[in-house]
């Protein structure tokens, strides 16, 4: 079973390597993996899926494949991979650990 457990939209900065590639518009779903019956989650089943305005037919393809963060508006950071579908992000890992929620 899983769980909606946030919605984020807005306008944040793309970064690579400490670097600000630009600024996208965002918008993501986060889902969680649950426990059936108890409500409690599941540790490391975590799902993000969304899209930013990046179109890799245009735009730097070789970014495509690659974790990149996301700062958002409120200030937290979450890595992400694009996918080369469009502007279609899924959640990517950093490994010291950056996350959204």
Not at 8 to 36: A, K, T, W
Request: with cysteine; charged share 20%; aromatic share 4%.
């Amino acid at each position: 079973m899983v769980k909606l457990v946030e919605q984020c939209s807005g306008v944040g900065d793309l970064i690579q390597h400490d670097q600000v590639l630009r600024q996208v518009r965002y918008e993501f779903s986060v889902f969680q993996g649950m426990v059936p019956g108890s409500g409690l989650p599941i540790p490391g089943q975590r799902t993000l899926t969304g899209s930013i305005d990046f179109d890799p037919t245009r735009e730097s393809g070789d970014l495509v494949g690659h974790v990149l963060t996301l700062k958002l508006e409120d200030g937290r950071h979450v890595g992400i991979r694009l996918t080369g579908e469009g502007g279609a992000i899924a959640e990517g890992r950093h490994g010291h650990g950056v996350c959204c929620c």
